[in-house]
């Protein structure tokens, strides 16, 4: 089996020496890659920057932008079985980075932003049989009505949410894991190596 992984947040650049990002640490997703190779399926990891080691026996393709982890993953998911998105993707990117370190000048600076592709939407239109598509949804409020409608609207075959109010780059996390066959899983508190553990033994 060959599982293809993402991981971490993407970096949209303002000039050549200034960017935009998130505060995702990558950690999930180098959990859920880690764990993948444990039980023996090839791993690619297509990760964005991340202060974290390479895992074992996984393939590490490293992007910065929205666009190159776009291009990576398309390039990667017709050999997989299974895509698992974990990364923090970028939905926004500066539409017209400057070539050269800006100048400061009195008044404000108005950057205008425009929407990246929707990388795990267009995997699940490309989905072939046999093909599955994990994704994730970090979400307020209604946490598995927005998760499932996501779910739907993507094409995904699971959605893990978890709450944005239990914050970035911890090390326990939370989810409840959604199927397209209507399930419910509850997941955590707990670190997540163990949270990656168990998402695999309910969808593998
Ligand atoms: N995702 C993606 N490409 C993007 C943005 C997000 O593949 N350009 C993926 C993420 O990796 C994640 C899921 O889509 O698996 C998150 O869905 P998204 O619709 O972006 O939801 P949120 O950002 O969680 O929330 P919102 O809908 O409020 O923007």
């Given at each position: 089996m060959k599982i293809l992984v993402t991981a971490g947040p993407t970096r949209e650049k303002i000039d050549p020496v200034r960017y935009i990002t998130n505060f995702s640490s990558g950690k999930m997703g180098y959990a859920l890659a880690r764990e993948a190779a444990r039980r023996g399926a090839g791993v690619v990891l297509v990760s964005g920057p991340v202060a974290l080691p390479a895992p074992e026996n996984v393939r590490v393709v490293n992007v910065e932008s929205a666009a190159e982890m776009f291009d990576a993953v398309a390039r990667e998911f017709p050999s997989c079985d299974l895509l698992v998105m974990a990364a923090a993707v970028a939905d926004y990117r500066v539409a017209h980075p400057a070539a050269e370190k800006l100048k400061k000048s009195p008044g404000d600076l108005v950057l205008t932003l425009e929407r990246t592709a929707d990388i795990l939407a267009e995997m699940g239109r490309r989905k072939t049989p046999g093909q599955k598509i994990l994704g994730f949804a970090a979400e307020s409020g209604d946490?598995?009505?927005?998760?499932?409608?996501?779910?739907?609207?993507?094409?995904?075959?699971?959605?893990?949410?978890?709450?944005?109010?239990?914050?970035?780059?911890?090390?326990?996390?939370?989810?409840?894991?959604?199927?397209?066959?209507?399930?419910?899983?509850?997941?955590?508190?707990?670190?997540?190596?163990?949270?990656?553990?168990?998402?695999?033994?309910?969808?593998?």
């Open positions: 946490l598995a009505g927005r998760a499932r409608e996501k779910l739907h609207r993507k094409n995904l075959d699971w959605i893990a949410a978890n709450l944005v109010a239990d914050g970035f780059g911890t090390d326990d996390d939370r989810i409840i894991l959604l199927s397209a066959a209507g399930t419910e899983l509850e997941i955590g508190p707990a670190p997540k190596a163990e949270i990656a553990r168990r998402i695999f033994d309910a969808i593998l």
